[in-house]
């Protein structure tokens, strides 16, 4: 099992940005990807970004391209999302999730942090 813990949140105006960190560990940690998601109140929990743990290369979704990017320290089993021009529709709680290697779902979750996007 994979315990992932998340930091980096808080309230930001919108155009600022903000900097999401997620620490992976676990016994014999072996990775397929760590990825981030959000869920904004009243909506259903989104794909935001992944990073391919073996290949690297990450991939965001529509909405946040060209303004979040995701990146990661592989030696330290951290992952990072820059979030910048927030917009108040980024309003959320981010979550990190994991998924282990030859698993077929994100099989580990962070415990998420608030993001607030306010003037």
């Known amino acids: 099992q994979v315990q992932l813990v998340e930091s980096g949140g808080g309230l930001v105006q919108p155009g600022g940005s903000l900097r999401l960190s997620c620490s992976a560990s676990?016994?014999?940690?072996?990775?397929?990807?760590m990825g981030w998601f959000r869920q904004a109140p009243g909506k259903e929990r989104e794909f935001v970004a992944l990073?391919?743990?073996?290949?690297?290369?990450?991939d965001v979704a529509n909405s946040v391209e060209g303004r979040f990017t995701m990146s990661r320290d592989r030696v330290q089993n951290k992952v990072y999302l820059q979030m910048n021009r927030l917009q108040p529709e980024d309003t959320a709680i981010y979550y990190c999730?994991?998924?282990?290697?030859?698993?077929?779902?994100?099989?580990?979750w962070g415990q998420g942090v608030q993001v607030t996007v306010s003037s």
């Open positions: 990073f391919r743990w073996s290949g690297g290369g990450s």
């Open positions: 999730a994991a998924q282990g290697l030859g698993a077929i779902t994100w099989n580990s």
């Open positions: 676990g016994r014999a940690l072996r990775l397929a990807a």
